[in-house]
Structures are given as structure tokens and as C-alpha cells.
């Protein structure tokens, strides 16, 4: 493997250059699996599913935990309120998930090719007229000199 910033050649991929100390990937290495929108929105959807109930149980355990005292402290109400919004915009951003999750869905009885509803799909469409081939039966190649000498100078 040659460096790509010094040229130094015998180096192990994976590691720093000798010379110049620029890292070297291994472009041979196979790339990262690459995710599916269909698993990111499963992903979101589990994650906000877990994040309300965690901050709903936390609102509850907080309100249950200073009920009893006789003068709380107005922080607490207010953090219990701000748990208790989060749990509303994790439900609404479940909810939201479940929606998005029905658009990615296919019709099982349909070909892919057939659904004229799917986003990733791209239909084809003719192309332009190719250009005319070139002709070379009287093509004159210019000149090296050509339309340059006035740029040289005359050295008296």
C-alpha cells in the first residue's frame, strides 16, 4: 500500500505512515452495514416508547414521594410537570413513529415494481438522441505554434 499523502510505499494498512504519520485505512475492509429506514423508525419507536414510560414513572415516584410532606417545595411540582410533558411529547412522537412505520409497508399481493405509491421508486423515462459521430475525415490538428508565438518575447 502507497501512502496518499507522501507516496511512501510498503506500508500496512490500518496503521499510521512511517514517513509522514498520516493514518491509512484498509479500503479493502468491507463497509459498515448500512441501516434501513424500517429499522431506524423501529428503533425510535422503541426508544420514545421507553422514554415516556421512564419519565412517567419518574413524575409519579416524585409526586408520591412528597405528598405527605407538609410544605414541598414548588421545584418539585414543577418537575413533576415537566416530567409529565415529556411523557406527552414521547407519546405523540410514538404515535407519530407508528404512522410513519404504515408508509414504509408494502402491499403484499402487489410487486414492488407495481406500487405507484412508493417514494423510493424512480420510474424510468426515455433518454435523449444520442449526439452524431464524430467525423475525422478532414480534421486538421493544430498547430503547437499556433496562435502562441506572439506570446514569446524576443531577447536582444
Known sequence: MFCPKCGKSDQSPET?????????????????????PEEHIKANAVL??????ASLTLSILLFLTFKNYPDPHPIIYV?????????????????????????????KNQPAADNQNAPHEIEAKPTNPLLNEADFA??????????TTRKLRIKN
Do not use: M
Not at 16 to 36: E, V
Not at 138 to 147: D, G, I, L, M
Open 16 to 36: 499510521f505512515c512511517r514517513q509522514c504519520g498520516n493514518y491509512l485505512p484498509d479500503f479493502d475492509k468491507a463497509a459498515k452495514k448500512t441501516t434501513t
Open 138 to 147: 478532414n480534421h486538421v490538428p493544430a498547430s503547437v505554434v499556433e496562435k
Open 48 to 53: 420514545s416508547l421507553l422514554t415516556a414510560v
Open 79 to 107: 418537575t413533576a410537570g415537566f416530567l409529565l410533558t415529556i411523557t406527552a411529547w414521547q407519546i405523540q412522537t410514538f404515535w407519530r413513529t407508528l404512522l410513519l412505520k404504515k408508509h414504509f409497508k408494502k402491499p
